[in-house]
C-alpha cells in the first residue's frame, strides 16, 4: 500500500510565517503538523510514502527523510490545478493493483485505521458538520457511497469529507483522474478529486464512509491555535523541570528550552531552543529557536528565530522576524 500525502499548498491563509516555512511544518502540539500525519502511518505498519510537493518542498522532503524510515517517493506540483492533479501526479509510483491511503498533509486526524485499510472496500473519512458548503459531501444509500459533491449551494448532505481516502483499486483511481485532464472537466476552475472518485462511483467501485470524529483544521490562525488545544487537552502535559517558574497544564514544552521566571500556560506549544524570560503565555505557540522577553502573550504565534521583547501584545510573527516593543 502507498500513502500519498498532498502538501504542495501555499498556506496563504497563514502568513507570514508561510513565506518561510511550509504550512504543514508548522508546529502544533509539540511536533510539525506533517509529523502528526506519519506518526499515525507509522502505527498501522504503511511504510511507502508518496509526496507531492510544491512551494518550500525541499524542506519537506529534507524534515521526512530525516526524521522518518519510510520510503519516500516525491514529485512536485508545479501549478496548482487541484486536489485531483495532485493525486494524479502520484500515478508513476503506484501499481494498479495495489491499495493507496491519501491523507491531505494539513489534516490532523484522530481514528483507527486499521479497520479501514483492512477492509473489504473503498472508504472515505466523514464528519458531520452543520454547514457543509465549505466542503465536499457524500450521500449515502443502505450502506454505501452514491454520489459526492463537492461544495454543495444547497445542504445535500452533512456528512463533509475530511482528507482521508482509502482506495482498493489504484488503477482505476488514476484511469479516472485521468479521464478527468483529459477531458477537461474541472469544478471551480479546478481538477476535483471528488469529480474522479464519482467516476469511479460510476465504473462500480463500491465505496463505504467511515466516522472521523477527531478532525482538526489547521488552515487559519484561530483554527491552529484551537487544534493545539484540543490536542494538548486529549495528549496531556509533557515539560522538564523549570526553576523559578510555574506551569499551568497542559502544555508541551521541549526539553531544550531556558524558561526563567515565567509563568507558561495553558495550551502553550513550546519548541525547541525556545528562550523565555519573565512573560506569562498562554494559547500560544512558540516555533523554534524564537525568544519571548518580558512579554505577556495569549492567541499568538511565533515563528522559527522570532524575538519578542517589550508588553502584552497579541500577535502573528513571521519566522526570522523582530520585535522589540521597548
Known sequence: MKAIIPVAGMGTRLKPHTHTLP????QVAGKPMLAHILDELKAVGIHDVILVVGYL???IINYVKNNYDFHVDVVFQEELLGLGHAIYLAHEFVQPDEASLIVLGDTIFDVALGPVINGNYSSIGVKYVEDPRRFGVVLENNGFIE???EKPEKPVSHQAIVGIYYLKNSGLLFSCLKELMEKNIRTKGEYQLTDALNLMLQ???QMTAFPVEGW???G???TLLQTNRDLLARTGTKSPALDNSSIIPPVWIHNSVQIKDSVIGPYVTIAKGVTIDHSIIQNSIISDHASVIRMLLT?????DHAVVKGTFHRLNLGDSSELDLD
Not at 23 to 26: A, G, M, R, S
Open 216 to 218: 482538526y483544521d489547521c
Open 299 to 303: 492567541e499568538s504565534l511565533v515563528g
Open 203 to 205: 465504473n462500480g467501485e
Open 23 to 26: 504550512k504543514v511544518l508548522i
Open 147 to 149: 454520489s459526492l459533491v
Open 57 to 59: 518542498g525541499e524542506k
Open 220 to 222: 487559519k490562525p484561530e
